[in-house]
Nanobody
Framework: QVQLVESGGGLVQAGGSLRLSCATSRTIFSTYAMGWYRQAPGQQRELVATITTTGRTNLGDSVKGRFTISRDIAKNTVYLQMNSLKPEDTAVYYC??????WGQGTQVTVSS
């Protein structure tokens, strides 16, 4: 059973920062590209950021310059550092590994 354990969501004021974490097994971490997606109420799930097993990153256009994705090999964990948060960043953020493994999601709410 694949486990992706997310943490770090919460309520923050506009302009603030949060860091999300996604911990998994060594096998999953070393085998699959991983990423973060988000889904706001009434909206489709969208890509936020991805990172390959070799550390290559890709960011969605709406978060470029504000968010950073990184990985800690020793902890088998992927991070999403979110700075300069905006109310439109409010969503449930999901960690993904490979093509079909998803975490349970963590709520991020940005107040204006």
């Amino acid at each position: 059973q694949v486990q992706l354990v997310e943490s770090g969501g919460g309520l923050v004021q506009a302009g603030g920062s949060l860091r999300l974490s996604c911990a998994t097994s060594r096998t999953i971490f070393s085998t699959y590209a991983m990423g973060w997606y988000r889904q706001a109420p009434g909206q489709q799930r969208e890509l936020v950021a991805t990172i390959t097993t070799t550390g290559r990153t890709n960011l969605g256009d709406s978060v470029k310059g504000r968010f950073t994705i990184s990985r800690d090999i020793a902890k088998n964990t992927v991070y999403l550092q979110m700075n300069s948060l905006k109310p439109e960043d409010t969503a449930v953020y999901y960690c993904k590994a490979g093509l079909s493994f998803w975490g349970q999601g963590t709520q991020v709410t940005v107040s204006s």
